[in-house]
């Protein structure tokens, strides 16, 4: 099939590259001239594992191209996939204006007499559809077009999306047209994976409520990691036993320093908003996004029991800034929030992450900072090490031998990565959340 990607980030050159490895003929389109430049080169605008090569072996294949052509991608699509950002805009609701630009470009420069199905993959709220047709009615002036619109929400994960976008769970197309419904449903029927067919409404609504349910589920488990310190439980073994009825799942049960990133924060808001402007107040969306700011804000009450709140003599080493493990994108990173605290208070930091650091450093600069690519760097000489950001790097370090470097053996484990008894025998103070020291 010939297949159009309006917008190379995350969403948008994964499943471009991913199609085209299916053998489907590529074009992907990005405004920014550089981020193109880049991709031709086989150089990857972020941070994802296979990515590189995957790209590379697409181009040399001759089924991937990129490039900053409206015209020529427009005409070139019978799919045409919508994959820009939808960033949160300063009330908590999606930013649409990059979807809309999108629809009214395609508009623009779709061809009279060619039939085209036009599909948000960008995560938009419900009744977005609408606006997208109008919009690229909008741009297509006069001129007769023959199209249909659909969505087709992405579930990848940042990280692991090639391995996700190849073994998905399920598939989600929504669209009131048969044909639309069916040309996506032969782009992946070659996928072992149940295909959920549904209307426009519908198919939006999914993608927010499965990003939302996941967020409530951490935000369940870190309330409660909050009665297990009251209480003497240890949340790890909770979770295990919770997460062994298979109608509740282990996933997604790690207690911690709350969930960030790009996704999570924004859609629950978003689903929040839409609730709201629909004259429904949901209350449970209120709480999990309450959870999810305190209990980063419970993690630093432990460092201020300990130090009080002024940190000016002290110097922490940190494990990780990135919003997860797997990715060097320190969005709405709890990691990056947590540091932001901690030197607010005047603390020194030295921090190291396997694929952040770079960006780490664009946010935050280097004042009372410095940044280590090798993880000894941020034992020698500190007062504690924190574990902010849940990299299996972080986990086979040999604490025996590093902390001999420290000037005080103290943990703070944000992630619950390490195993509580073990530290406190190798002579550790060691703070987890939720857990039973
Ligand atoms: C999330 C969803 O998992 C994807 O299905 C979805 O496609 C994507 O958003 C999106 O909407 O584009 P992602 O943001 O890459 O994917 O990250 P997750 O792996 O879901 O993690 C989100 C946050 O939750 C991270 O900060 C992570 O550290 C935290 N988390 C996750 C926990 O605190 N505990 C857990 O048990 C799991």
Known sequence: MKITIIGTGYVGLVSGAVFADWGHDVVCLDVDQEKIDMIKKGVMPIYEEGLEELVKK????????????????????ELIFI?????????????LNYVFNASKSIGKFMKSGEYTVVITKSTVPVGTHQKVKKNILEGAGKKKVDFDVASNPEFLREGTSIYDANNTDRVVVGSDSDKALNMLESLYKHLNAPIVKTDLASAELIKYSANAFLATKISFINEISQICERTGADVVNVAKGMGLDS?????????????GGSC???????????????????????????????????FLEKVWNKYGKNLSNIKFGILGSAFKNGTDDTRKSVAVSIIKSLRGAGANLLITDPAA????????GDKH?????K???????????????????????DYEKFGKIMKKKVIFD????LDPETMTKLGFEYFGVGRKV
């Open 58 to 77: 697409v181009i040399d294949e001759g089924r991937f191209k990129a490039t900053t052509d409206y015209k020529m991608a427009v005409e070139h699509g």
């Open 83 to 95: 994959c820009v950002g939808t960033p949160s805009n300063q009330a908590g609701a999606a930013n």
């Open 247 to 259: 109608r509740i799942g282990p996933k997604f049960l790690n207690a911690g320093i709350g969930y």
């Open 264 to 298: 999570f924060p924004k859609d629950v808001e978003a689903l929040y908003r839409t609730s709201s402007e629909n004259f429904y107040d949901f209350r449970l969306l209120r709480g999990v996004m309450d959870a999810n700011e305190r209990q980063k804000e419970y």
């Open 357 to 364: 650091l770079s960006n780490t450093k664009n946010e935050l």
């Open 369 to 373: 900072i410095n940044y280590s690519k």
């Open 375 to 397: 993880i000894e760097g941020v034992f020698k000489d500190v007062d504690a090490v924190f574990i902010l950001t849940e990299w299996p790097e972080f986990d086979s370090i």
């Open 414 to 417: 944000g992630r619950n990565l």
